[in-house]
């Protein structure tokens, strides 16, 4: 009776389910711990500068291309919704960054419009973005 359940009729199986489990399981994981960060996709030639800083954090990013359109958060706005926006984001966050990466061939007449914009909103610590020599 004993000899019969060490009898093997049939070969032997791998289950593959278990397996195909912890394969779906690892491909769901990395597509939800994956980060899709959109850099911004305007073309931007940054003036260059012998001496810079870094900005700590994360700031505001505002993007001035070479005809001086404003982008802000990548998408193309209207300079006169800019101050609504920032003064958003100024009453939400009391200490915000502003960032503006300007064009090295952008008017200067906008960039300082962006930067007074800013001022009036209430963020009180704005810089310009420029590459080191």
């Given at each position: ?109 906008v960039t300082i419009k962006v930067l007074d914009i800013a001022k009036q909103a209430g963020i009180s ?9």
């Amino acid at each position: 009776m004993l000899s019969d359940r060490f009898r093997q009729d049939k070969d032997p199986e791998i289950n593959m389910t278990p397996m195909l489990d912890v394969v779906f399981i690892l491909l769901i994981f990395f597509i939800v711990s994956t980060n899709f960060v959109q850099q911004a996709s305007v073309e931007i030639k940054r003036p260059q500068a012998s001496m810079a800083t870094s900005v700590d954090g994360s700031p505001i990013v505002v993007t001035l291309d070479t005809t001086g359109r404003v982008y802000f958060e990548s998408k193309e706005i209207d300079i006169y919704y800019l101050p609504g926006k920032l003064q958003k984001i100024a009453s939400q966050t009391p200490k915000a960054k502003l960032l503006v990466v300007a064009d090295t061939n952008c008017p200067t007449g906008v960039t300082i419009k962006v930067l007074d914009i800013a001022k009036q909103a209430g963020i009180s610590f704005s810089s310009v973005a420029s590459e080191i020599q």
